[in-house]
């Protein structure tokens, strides 16, 4: 049985919603934390960077970082239909946007979330949370005036619709955004509505897309 580490408002939701759609049974261990930091020894010798979330794979070896996690799990576990075919156009695609939700949209998260950890001068936090919103913001737009519908990859749901919308319930001004990004609040809406992930974002306390459905 898989063992997922998980804590409210963290990435942990995209392999969880891996586990969710494919009907895997697993066991969610809830990790602690004071004011946004890990703070739970049995979970630090778990993630040398201390850093939310972890799969515990069923032989026992150990994963860290969401997106290895749940490509991992979707090698592992076809029936979640969680990625177009392997060696498509489609999967492809699904690959270019989750790099791009990854490397531009989440890391500004982290710099604007975090600030103080990406510079040594207590006096340059606000040019490096300045520097993530207009990132931030320009990672969304290629988002929104390249997709069309109803899912990120055109007809079908992935991955990558889950880190969408994770992504945007993290965003500092998640209102502002879906109000100017209708494909974007679109597929939000899709992902809010799904059976068997939507729930996840109440149970990882992300209410920004409530309003959707």
């Known amino acids: 049985m898989y063992t997922l580490y998980w804590s409210?408002?963290?990435?942990?939701i995209a392999p969880d919603a891996v586990l969710s759609e494919a009907g895997a049974e697993f066991i969610r261990k809830e990790v602690k934390r004071t004011d946004g930091r890990?703070?739970?020894?049995a979970f630090e010798k778990i993630s040398p960077m201390k850093?939310?979330?972890?799969?515990?794979?069923?032989n026992g070896t150990v994963?860290?970082?969401?997106?290895?996690m749940s490509l991992a799990l979707i090698e592992?576990?076809?029936?979640?239909?969680?990625?177009p075919s392997v060696g498509?156009?489609?999967?492809?695609?699904?690959?270019?946007?989750?790099?791009?939700?990854?490397?531009n949209i989440y890391e500004?998260?982290?710099?604007?979330?975090?600030?103080?950890?990406?510079?040594?001068?207590?006096?340059?936090?606000?040019?490096?949370?300045?520097?993530?919103?207009?990132?931030?913001?320009?990672?969304?737009?290629?988002?929104?005036?390249?997709?069309?519908?109803?899912?990120?990859?055109?007809?079908?749901?992935?991955?990558t619709d889950v880190y969408l919308a994770a992504t945007v319930c993290w965003h500092y001004d998640t209102p502002a955004l879906l109000a100017r990004s209708p494909n974007i609040a679109r597929i939000c809406a899709h992902v809010r509505g799904r059976d068997k992930t939507g729930p996840l974002f109440e149970l990882y306390q992300m209410p920004e897309l409530d309003g959707l459905i």
Do not use: N
Request: aromatic residues 10%; charged residues 25%; hydrophobic residues 40%.
């Open 8 to 12: 409210a408002r963290t990435s942990a």
């Open 38 to 41: 890990v703070d739970d020894p």
């Open 51 to 58: 850093q939310i979330p972890a799969l515990v794979l069923p």
């Open 63 to 68: 994963l860290c970082e969401s997106l290895a």
């Open 76 to 83: 592992r576990l076809p029936e979640a239909g969680m990625l």
């Open 88 to 103: 498509s156009d489609e999967r492809a695609l699904a690959y270019r946007w989750l790099m791009h939700i990854q490397c």
């Open 108 to 159: 500004s998260d982290l710099r604007h979330s975090y600030a103080d950890r990406y510079t040594t001068d207590p006096d340059g936090v606000y040019g490096v949370r300045a520097a993530a919103e207009e990132r931030w913001d320009r990672a969304f737009q290629v988002i929104e005036d390249e997709i069309g519908g109803p899912w990120m990859l055109g007809g079908d749901f992935s991955l």
